[in-house]
């Protein structure tokens, strides 16, 4: 009776440890020998290595796989005691590798590119391509897509703008009011959340025009937004509206170190996702619309001390120029533009090149949007509106492209910049590609800035065209404003044709995917312009003249149209495009799918190589960008939306059920908490 129940034992340990090689050897390539066994490990040390370098539970048990050879020479009580001693080792080893955590280092955010399971930075990898190489989920199953979980943000009023970060399991998002929280990446389940009270408003009502005005919160440009956060080293990384650059520690949320990245009593904010390079955290700031001097910086991810800082556009002539870069940029200022800042805010998009080291910025508008105000003689105003190349370990300039020199009509250049090589010319090129507000699709050099092509993706009026070989742009002499009251009505307006969400691009197709914008804006100057702390510095008038009798008034701005767009950067042309799918960002995937948003709130898939809609269903208006991530074996796509404090964060799979939930919970910020269940994972 005790030979059978030893023999029953040895058996059920036989067929689980053979049933776990079997499914190890599926989920993670170990090779097989030529009787189709899991290969015997000959040193446990050596299986937990493979374990924690593959992250995948229970390998092990390899160490320990019976291997077809019969047990002889032991008596069955031994037997029995070194099997169940042998499980318990097994177990202990599953559980410590499930306790520990992928690191996430340079090596890891250098190769996140070749990461299939994991959404490490803002466009999944350096280059910033929001590409995924999965395809569990493609073109002939996308339509079994379903809710797998969904989580109330619980923001208040404001644009969700946030790309999620997915690391060892846990994503991390922000919502407005630089709100950050971690959920279980597989059932939504609320780990922590952060809140760091921002007040509002930045002063209180009736304070313009009063010299004693007391600030009571930060400036905001449009709307409290904030686009994400940074994972590194066991910690995350936020930018906060009100000017702070924080590091919460990525297990519990508790702050582990804070610096000010400027002065509180400024009109700066941040709103932009912050970058790790080379152990630095690197962020820019917003406020551009307030007119202030743009800046980057360099921050210790460790400790918080700043490395170093460039500015955008130069400072008072009268004291030392911070580089020879700023020197130059003063050549192309008039008049007395750094008492109003000038602008040139780097509040959203960075890519890096590893080979080059090189740290690509966009920067934004000069300020104010008149260029009679800030530069009254003309000029370029450099570095408004340009892709800048700065040495990552130094923060020294290497070279800049101008979209648009001595901009006025709001054209930032602060839109995604995607690094890939194309062959152009029958040449591989590394290239940098942007398609910024101005309505220009930009392919450029990523090495040496060189021009090498660019052609409009939406309807432009302010140029005739851009000199093929510099990429200059020919002003159009009737769309300059500013002089005796002048009223010009220009495509694309301040909107532009193509804002902060993401554009991706997919290295199969060789397309980009961009949610673009045709549209137009009347601009004027404001003759009783006067700059004011708090109060927007645009420097335009949105009073119109009354025509006089007889004469007809401006006919209004054409309806603005919006579209999903594929674009081919080698030949500069539309491959395919879907009306009124510009309501977000994009991501495209292995499985020739591009995920996108309509302008009324459908999420949607569609074929990446012909644009046909695969799937979609109607969630809310206003995307943020999507992203998708596996886990356990399992792939999922995510994607942020909502606004005026109905935001959710969504979540979908193959074969899921989850039925589509109602209006999100919003409440005031100084109403009670929301129920308990209202924060836990709403999954089936």
Request: net charge positive; with cysteine; proline share 7%.
């Amino acid at each position: 009776m005790q030979t059978k129940r030893a023999s029953g034992v040895i058996r059920l340990v036989r067929l689980v440890c053979w049933r776990l090689g079997r499914l190890i050897l599926l989920r993670s390539n170990v090779g097989r020998t030529g009787y189709g066994h899991v290969r015997i490990q000959r040193e446990g040390v050596k299986a937990a290595r493979i374990a924690g370098r593959r992250k995948i539970l229970g390998i092990a048990v390899s160490a320990f796989i019976y291997n077809g050879r019969k047990v002889t020479q032991m008596r069955i009580s031994k037997a029995i005691k070194q099997c169940f001693v042998g499980l318990v080792l097994v177990l202990s080893a599953c559980v410590a590798m499930a306790q520990q955590a992928k690191p996430v280092d340079n090596n890891a955010l250098r190769n996140a590119a070749k990461d299939a399971d994991e959404w490490l930075t803002h466009g999944r990898d350096y280059s910033e391509t929001y590409y995924s190489p999965l395809d569990q989920i493609n073109a002939s199953n996308v339509s079994r897509l379903g809710l797998a979980w969904w989580y109330d943000a619980g923001n208040e009023p404001g644009t969700i703008e946030s790309t999620p970060i997915v690391s060892n399991g846990t994503i991390y998002a922000t919502g407005t009011y630089s709100v950050v929280f971690a959920l279980d990446a597989r059932t939504g389940k609320l780990k922590w959340r952060w809140d760091p009270q921002i007040p509002h408003p930045n002063f209180p009502a009736g304070s313009v025009g009063k010299p004693d005005k007391v600030r009571t919160g930060p400036s905001i440009c449009c709307g409290p937004a904030n686009r994400g956060v940074a994972v590194y080293d066991g910690k995350v990384y936020v930018g906060v509206l009100d000017t702070r650059l924080v590091a919460l520690d990525a297990e519990t949320g508790k702050i582990v170190w804070e610096v000010k990245t400027a002065d509180v009593n400024s009109d700066y904010s941040v709103t932009g996702a912050p970058r790790i390079v080379k152990g630095m955290v690197i962020i820019g700031n917003a406020s551009g619309e307030y007119a202030t001097r743009g800046y980057v910086t360099a921050y210790d991810a460790e400790t918080g001390k700043q490395i170093w800082r460039w500015y955008t556009v130069p400072g008072d002539p009268s004291k030392p120029f911070e580089n020879k870069a700023m020197e130059r940029a003063a050549k192309t200022w008039t008049g007395e533009w750094w008492k109003l800042g000038g602008g040139g805010d780097v509040w959203d998009s960075m890519s890096y090149d590893p080979e080059t080291d090189l740290l690509y910025i966009g920067v934004g508008q000069g300020g104010p949007w008149v260029r009679n105000l800030r530069s009254p003689k003309g000029g370029d105003n450099l570095y408004i509106c340009s892709i800048v190349a700065l040495k990552a370990s130094t923060g020294e300039y290497v070279w800049h492209f101008q979209t648009t020199p001595g901009d006025e009509w709001d054209y930032d250049a602060t839109q995604g910049m995607i690094l890939a090589d194309l062959k152009i010319n029958g040449k591989m090129r590394k290239v940098l590609m942007q398609a910024p507000k101005n309505g220009f699709f930009y392919v450029l050099d990523r090495k040496t800035g060189q021009f090498i092509s660019g052609k409009p993706y939406v309807n432009v009026t302010w140029t005739s065209g851009l000199d093929p070989k510099t990429g200059r742009p020919a002003y159009l002499p009737e769309m300059h404003y500013g002089d005796n009251g002048k009223v010009v009505t220009v495509a694309p307006g301040p909107a532009g044709g193509h804002a902060w969400t993401s554009m991706s691009f997919n290295p199969t197709t060789k397309l980009a995917y961009v949610a673009a914008l045709n549209s137009t804006f009347r601009y004027q100057q404001d003759e009783n312009f006067k700059p004011e702390v708090g109060v927007y510095d645009w420097g335009i008038s949105f009073k119109f003249p009354t025509p006089t009798p007889g004469q007809q008034n401006t006919a209004p701005p054409p309806t603005s149209g919006g579209f999903l767009l594929a674009w081919d950067p080698v030949t500069q042309a539309a491959r395919w495009e879907v009306p009124n799918w510009n309501g977000g960002g994009t991501v495209t995937t292995a499985g020739n799918l591009v995920f996108a948003a309509s302008n009324i709130g459908d999420f949607g898939a569609f074929g990446a190589d012909k644009g046909e809609k695969l799937w979609s269903v109607r969630l809310v208006p206003q995307f943020a960008n999507p992203i998708t991530y596996m886990v356990d074996g399992k792939q999922y796509v995510s994607v942020m939306a909502g606004r005026g404090g109905h935001s959710r964060l969504y979540t979908f799979a193959l074969d899921a059920h989850m039925p589509i939930p109602g209006s999100p919970y919003a409440a005031p910020r100084n109403a009670a908490p929301a129920p308990e269940a209202t924060h836990k994972p709403n999954q089936p």
